[in-house]
Each structure stands twice: as C-alpha cells, then as structure tokens.
C-alpha cells in the first residue's frame, strides 16, 4: 500500500515535470518531432507498392521506436536533468525508490508520447491504406502482437535501464543514446529492408528488441507462423537480458559512486 502510495506520487510528479518541459523546450520537441516525422514520410513514401498488412507493420514498428526513443533519451539524461535543476540530492534522499521513481519517469513518457502518435496515424492514411488491413486481423493475431509489443518495450525499458546505469559514472551518455536511437531506427528491419543490410549489421541487430519484434510481428500479421516459437523465445531472452543487465550495472555503478562520493558530481 505505501509502495503504491509513492508510486502514485512519483507518477503525479513526473507527469507535472513532463508539462514543464514541453512547456519549457517547447520550440525543442516541435523541431524533434518535425525530424520524426520526415523519416516517417521517409519510410512510408520508400515502400509505395507493399500490401496494407505489410504496411501496418511498418508503421507499428516505426511507432514503437518513437516510443523507444523517448525513453531512451529521458532515462540516459534524467540525472543531468535533476542535477541541473537542483533537485538531485533531493531525488536521491528521498523515501520512494529509486527504481519507483524511473518506473514512474517512463511511464509518463510513455503516456505523453502516445499524444504524437495519433499524428502518425493520421499521416500514414494520407499514403497508406493501412486501415484496411486492422479489419483482417483475427483476435488471436490482436492478442499475439500485444505480447510481443509488451516483450519489446520491455526489452526496450531495459536498455534504457542500462543507459541510465552508465549515466551514473560517465554522466553525459545522452549523446550515446542519440547515436543508439537512430542505429536502431536505420538497421532494425522496418526502415531498410533486412536484404539490404551488411551481414555484420545484422549480427549486431541481434540484440536490437526492435530487431526480434520486426521479424515476429512481420510473421503473426502475415500469418508465417514457422518458426515463430524459436523467434518469440529468442525475443524474451534478449530482452531480459536487457533488463537484467541494466539492473546489476545501474547497481554496480551506483554503489560505486556511493562509496567514492561522486554521485552528485555533475
């Protein structure tokens, strides 16, 4: 119940700080959104001949790395963020975990992403006819794609997990998600097709979550159901790895940081 309680606190305090920022860098989100949305336009217009349900793929693949990116960026650079503010010491005394309060920081991101995404929509059905593809998708592929959507993102939380770890000690990994962010968007499947890419791109996508839902949320829609378990295993496996290993570098570096009392030096 107090566990809930500081939950619920944190999310109010993130959501309010979300507001301040669009308020605050408003001229900064509209750039970076007018730069999503060219490579939207990018993507879409680079495939003008594929069938709606390779369509819908696309764009729902296109729609989770803008989340993925968000996230991202807001957890490699929130302890700047804080330290900059002044609030850090604060943050980092306070009763509610440290874990509750990135849980709570990426959710609201999340949450106040999704407002965009219903500009992409309505983008896409201006080349697309993507529309008519959600009428032929059975509730089994419904349910099938929203696990897979749920294994990502947290395949996706956890990288940002890692990155946030790593902030810890190098303080200023913001430029390494940007640089991340956009491999990911580039080499994950969705945006140039798999056949074109190098051999050792692909090698290193592997441990991309974008990569694995690509390949299986390409297979459930288009009913290519072989090899499908293997595939959706693998998934799992890579994003929990993700999870698991931004949890012992985010501890690791941050007890580290305790003991040589450079948490705060930012």
């Keep these: 119940m ?8 944190s999310l109010r305090a993130a959501f309010i700080k979300k507001k301040g920022e669009y308020r605050h860098y408003l ?4 750039v970076d959104l007018f730069i999503k949305f060219v490579f939207f336009i990018a993507m879409l217009t680079a495939y003008p001949e594929t069938v709606p349900l390779e369509s819908l793929v696309r764009i729902s693949c296109f729609i989770l790395w803008y989340l993925a990116a968000h996230v991202l960026a807001k957890m490699s650079n929130v302890l700047v963020e804080e330290a900059y503010l002044g609030t850090l010491p604060q943050i980092l005394t306070t009763r509610t975990s440290l874990l509750l309060y990135l849980v709570a920081h990426t959710v609201a991101e999340i949450v106040m992403s999704l407002i965009w995404v219903v500009g992409f929509l309505v983008l896409a059905a201006f080349f697309m006819p993507f529309g008519r593809a959600l009428v032929q998708l059975s509730l089994w592929q419904v349910g099938a794609a929203l696990v897979v959507v749920a294994v990502a993102l947290a395949g996706i939380v956890g990288m940002g ?5 790593l902030s810890i000690k190098f303080k200023q990994v913001g430029s390494i998600s940007e640089l991340l962010i956009f491999v990911m968007l580039l080499f994950s499947g969705f945006f140039i097709p798999p056949d074109h890419l190098p051999r050792e791109l ?3 996508d592997f441990v991309s979550p974008l990569w694995w839902f690509f390949d299986l949320l390409n297979r ?9 378990q293997p595939l959706f295993l693998t ?3 890579v994003s929990t790895g993700w999870v698991v290993g931004g949890l012992v570098v985010t501890n690791r570096l941050l007890r580290q940081a305790k003991m040589r009392g450079t948490l705060l030096n930012y």
């Design 2 to 9: 107090i566990m809930f309680k500081f939950l619920l606190s």
């Design 27 to 30: 001229l900064d989100y509209i």
């Design 161 to 165: 997990l890692f990155l946030f770890g």
């Design 202 to 204: 692909i090698s290193v």
């Design 220 to 228: 459930i829609i288009l009913r290519q159901l072989v090899g499908v």
């Design 235 to 237: 998934q799992a496996i």
